[in-house]
């Protein structure tokens, strides 16, 4: 990938080392990789990005609905059956219907993530603009805040999981909110910092207003769109750790139908039934592109000073 | 620096003292007699109060003892010993690719900017934030060892015991699939930041002069645009660590990821403890490291 030795080529548009028609599969890249990049610099792909958030909405909503079968029904005469007409998806080495199973997973992953964005803004929202607004206290919780954020998200997860107990999904929401809680707060925190300096907290100091409704009414109001924006991004990332946490068997029970727990039992099967692994992961993967691309046009919208910040 | 360490050492310390039962309770069995259970606790020290035991933790966490697994009984510092050549040399193997396929295809993009290389990086970024490490790597797994058959799908047995660097090939996958979504994201940091120093006069001075367009884009510019790619390196560490976690499951390699897993199954609370400690302390070093490379690539830091 490093520059070829050319220097004629210098400053130049034209690329000597293309000059000749390059094969048909470095043609077929170069044009998917033209239109796919055109695609997502453009607001099209926040379209797409809702669309498919849209249709998560609507399997949460109306999922049993459609479900082709019962996605905990054995069937063992169907075991490992590839992706056919009867079953979409194929069927897994009990002969469960993935497609009714990742349709199922859906509603529990969209609860967590839900679950988890909410907790680190119900933690993070209050926590930050105490700590940005009071420098006392704001010093000794932020060292802590920073201690918390050493250590890497899967392994703090982990040990939150080992430390809560038994696996469940309370517990689940708990342990991943913890991890990214603090996240929340650095982003309040800093936030809060700015606005604090500003004429109309002065003005509103100066009338006499009591601290905690200049922290609620005059700070905490000016700060949802970061809050918001972080959440989107919390959202994105949580899921995916609670999959990681499902695909390591420490997540949720095994009887309840998640992405990552049917990624885990796939496993197993992995050469033979690659189907097992490849549809829970492809929603989880769009899923997260979704919530991405989602945190990203609300941060320009909102705030296009934001993309240097977050 | 030290402030940093230390508090690291005092959440952990902290967190595991929230643990709901005690250790030794959860080691004897239900069976065990409130007799047994004082008479543990007493060889272990859990009788004594929070305080002395967080002292004595540290005075042993100085003298590099990590404390006992409670399954193994072996000491946790020569669990995690020997271990670490397999996660070593699985986060060198992914911060290869992460630096040689980032650095060189951001410069790439940024040189051409919107060419296909351009776009591809940028696909990929947005891709590699989304889809996650151990699903990749199953699929790398499913197409490379199982379908094609040219690389070995799982395990990795010690080069320094058996000297056969042949062993590599075992870590070929999961470098990959561990550091190609990082690669990405360093790819647009170091694009971005190529962008914003290409457009320097004194890029145009080096150029006028006559030199030739590879020393301006080595020489002059990659170091003057290094500082964010090495900051975004280096964030990557968190993100290879927790990555490696899942992917030395997937690929059954015995490393220190597949052994704090085994650990929380089997809630073997030391062997957790001394592995969130160990690697978080290595987190607080490597952002020491960090600010001491920026002195280093730019001499203007050293004088402030």
């Given amino acids: 990938m490093i520059e070829p030795r050319n220097p004629g080529s210098e400053g130049r548009t034209t690329r000597p080392e293309n000059a000749g028609s390059p094969p048909d599969w470095l043609r077929a890249v170069q044009r998917a990789a033209n239109v796919l990049g055109a695609f997502a610099t453009r607001r099209s792909s926040t379209l797409a990005a809702l669309l498919i958030l849209a249709s998560l909405l609507v399997i949460v909503a109306v999922g049993p609905l459609v479900s082709p079968y019962d996605p905990d029904a054995l069937s063992v005469m169907d075991r490992l059956q590839p992706p056919n007409r009867t079953h979409l998806f194929g069927t897994d080495n009990f002969g469960r219907d993935i497609l009714s199973r990742t349709l199922s997973g859906t509603r529990i992953t969209l609860l967590l993530g839900l679950s988890v964005s909410l907790f680190s803004i119900l933690v993070g929202l209050p926590l930050g603009v105490v700590c940005g607004y009071y420098d006392r206290i704001g010093l000794v919780v932020m060292r802590g805040v920073d201690t918390m954020m050493a250590f890497p998200a899967i392994i703090l997860a982990l040990a939150l999981m080992t430390i809560l107990g038994k696996p469940g999904i309370v517990n689940v929401i708990l342990a991943v909110g913890i991890v990214w809680a603090p996240r929340m707060v650095r982003v309040v925190y800093s936030g809060t910092l700015s606005i604090r300096e500003t004429t109309f907290i002065e003005a509103a100091k100066a009338l006499g207003v009591p601290s905690h409704r200049i922290l609620l009414r005059h700070i905490a109001v000016n700060l949802l769109s970061p809050v918001i924006v972080q959440a989107t991004f919390t959202f994105a990332f949580s899921i995916m750790e609670v999959a990681a946490l499902n695909f390591l068997g420490v997540g949720i029970p095994p009887n309840v139908a998640s992405w990552g727990g049917m990624m885990n039992e796939g496993r197993m099967y992995l050469t033979r039934a690659s189907w097992i692994i490849l549809f829970p992961g492809l929603f989880l993967a769009l899923s997260v592109l979704s919530f991405n691309l989602i945190g990203d046009a609300i941060r320009d919208r909102l705030d296009p000073k934001l993309r240097e910040v977050m | 620096m030290l402030v940093s360490v230390l508090l690291v050492i005092t959440v952990t310390f902290l967190l595991m003292q929230l643990i709901p039962g005690d250790p030794a309770s959860v080691l004897l069995g239900a069976n065990a007699t409130p007799e047994q259970i004082a008479e543990l606790k007493a060889t272990w020290g859990l009788d004594q109060s929070i305080f002395t ?23 946790v510092l020569r669990m995690l010993g020997a271990r670490a050549e397999t996660s070593i040399l699985l986060g060198l193997g992914s911060l290869l690719v992460v630096v040689g396929i980032g650095i060189p295809g951001g410069i790439l993009a940024a040189l051409r900017p919107s060419s296909w290389v351009d776009n591809l990086f940028l696909v990929i970024a947005l891709a590699g934030a989304s889809i996650p490490s151990f699903w990749l790597g199953l699929m790398l797994m499913n197409v490379f060892a199982g379908k094609l058959g040219w690389l070995p799908s799982s395990g990795f047995t010690s080069i320094l015991e058996t000297g056969n660097l042949a062993n590599l090939k075992n870590l070929i996958l ?9 690669a990405a994201l360093v790819a647009r940091i170091a694009r971005s930041s190529m962008l914003d120093v290409m457009q320097a006069d004194y890029i145009t001075t080096a150029r006028a002069k006559g030199l030739r367009e590879q020393v301006v884009t080595i020489k002059h510019a990659l170091r003057n645009a290094s500082i964010p790619i090495i900051t975004v390196v280096s964030f990557t560490f968190a993100a290879l660590v927790s990555g490696a976690v899942v992917t030395e499951n997937v690929f059954a390699l015995p490393g220190i990821g597949s052994l704090i897993v085994q650990s929380v199954l089997k809630r073997d609370y030391p062997v957790i403890q001394g592995i969130m400690m160990i690697v978080a302390v290595l987190y607080v070093f490597i952002n020491f490291a960090t600010d001491l490379t920026y002195a280093f690539v730019d001499p203007r830091i050293r004088y402030r």
């Fill in chain 2, 53 to 75: 035991q967080f002292v004595k933790y540290i005075r042993n966490f100085v003298r590099g003892d990590l404390g006992r697994s409670l399954f193994y009984q072996e000491p």
């Fill in chain 2, 174 to 182: 999961p470098s990959f699939s561990l550091g190609f979504v990082n």
